[in-house]
């Protein structure tokens, strides 16, 4: 009888007795370990998973946590003058030796779920791999502070569903805005680029300085005013257009 299991994204057929190596595993050496996604079963019966087979499992027990073979990855690019690496990498891998296959009642068993290292497996709770004890005590301080968290927001919302409504302020009638008066409406500007000489630029100096209109242009005493060099004959020419 035969089983294939899935641990660590990869699939394995296994039988009893078998050694293997799968990606590491939350165990130490002489644990007991049971995979729990068996995708089918071989034998007389053979049974399909769709996806996973129920109540089947693998038992096995952790011989060792062992390195794979030396992966040497180097990196070299064409025309960059000195741009290589090399990287070398070793999987951490763990040794089992396969003891069982249960074709039902797995839930059952009572042995540890096989979990990968550093994962957080269901049914676990606050529980997680650690390498070694101050890993463990810092996920634990986490998970304490992140309960006490969770725990003060929960009392402040109580408190704010147990406080009565309290009423609405009725809104202040407003005062009504008391009508503008009236400003007395300014003469309507005249062009003034149609007296000859006078182009947009100069025109934009008059009205700056308060002459919008011809009445206002045939006022001006040429030799007192400053703010542009005024002509006689514009203030003949805006005398005329003003009647």
Known sequence: MFAVLKTGGKQYKVQSGDMLRVEKLAADAGEKVQFNEILMLGGDNPVIGAPLVDGAAVQAEVVDQVKGDKVIHFVKRRRKHGSQRTKGHR??????????????????????????????????????YADNATDQAEMAKRVKNKDAGEKSVAKKADKKADKPAEKKAEPKAEKKAEPKKAEPKKAAADDLTAITGI?????????????????????VDADKFEAVKVKPEWIEQAKELAK
Not at 205 to 216: H, R, S
């Open 91 to 128: 999987q951490q891998l763990t040794l089992l030796r396969v003891t069982e296959i249960l074709e039902k009642g797995a839930d059952k068993s009572g042995i540890k779920a096989a979990v990968g290292a550093g994962a957080l497996a269901a049914g676990m709770g606050k529980e997680r």
């Open 199 to 219: 182009g947009p630029a100069v025109e934009k100096k008059l009205v700056e300085a308060g002459i919008t209109t011809y009445a206002e242009l045939a006022k």
